[in-house]
């Protein structure tokens, strides 16, 4: 079972709707939750940043954290066109003898259709 | 946007020459990363810096050496490049370490290895 766990897409939705992107960890020692967007040919930007369970919201974006359920999703509301990317989760956990680990999940692709 | 550059942007080379990329921040953040991004793998760490003059391998290291002499400077060497090291290659920084503090990535070198 891979640590990190996220559908791959491509996911498309018309604009206006509610967008749902997910990952799934098996990995309970990870504290610090993520989420990246990532426009074609540009680094990853970061869009969120969680450390606790619950919810989190900036904008027309929500992050949810559930560490009991090892599964953390990022909600987005009112899809435009413009947050046609990829979306990127990752988590970090201190791994032991002073060293600590970043995982990402490979990526959702998502398309906002005018 | 956080002020990373990365040089050069593009490149085509031929297996068995020598490669160096830059990656040159303006945040005066004292560590920075090297990930490659992949199809099918995301993005994976090759060596990251903790200081100038400090760093340490991530986890596909294989073939690649970097250094860092300047706080701002962090160089990725492909010593004899290999059509495997054909990727996209990003920079990174953080203010802290890795657990607590999200990464800031540059636009990414795109490299063909021929």
């Known amino acids: 079972q891979k640590e990190v766990e996220q559908d791959p897409g491509p996911l498309s939705v018309p604009e206006g709707a509610i967008v749902s992107l997910n990952c799934t960890y098996s990995n309970s020692a990870f504290q610090y939750f993520m989420w990246y967007r990532q426009y074609s040919r540009k680094g990853p930007e970061l869009l969120m940043y969680t450390y606790s369970s619950g919810n989190k919201e900036d904008g027309r974006f929500t992050a949810q954290v559930d560490k009991s359920s090892k599964y953390i999703s990022l909600f987005i509301r009112d899809s435009q066109p413009s947050d046609s990317a990829t979306y990127l989760c990752?988590?970090?956990?201190?791994?032991?003898?002073?060293?600590?680990?970043?995982?990402f999940g490979k990526g959702t692709k998502l398309s906002v259709i005018p | 946007d956080a002020g990373i550059t990365q040089s050069p942007r593009h490149k085509v080379t031929e297996t068995g020459t020598p490669v160096t990329l830059r990656c040159h921040q303006t945040?005066?953040?004292?560590?920075m990363y090297w990930y490659r991004q992949d199809p099918g793998h995301g993005l994976r760490l090759i060596h990251y810096?903790?200081?100038?003059?400090?760093?340490d391998k991530g986890e596909v290291s294989d073939g690649y050496s970097v250094s860092r002499s300047k706080t701002e400077d962090f160089l990725l060497t492909l010593e004899s490049a290999t059509s495997s090291q054909t990727s996209v290659y990003f920079c990174?920084?953080?203010?802290?370490?890795?657990?607590?503090?999200?990464?800031?990535f540059g636009n990414g070198t795109r490299l063909t290895v021929t």
């Open positions: 990174a920084i953080s203010e802290t370490g890795i657990l607590n503090s999200p990464l800031h």
């Open positions: 945040e005066n953040h004292r560590y």
């Open positions: 810096s903790y200081g100038v003059k400090d760093t």
């Open positions: 990752a988590m970090s956990a201190y791994s032991g003898a002073g060293s600590y680990q970043l995982t």
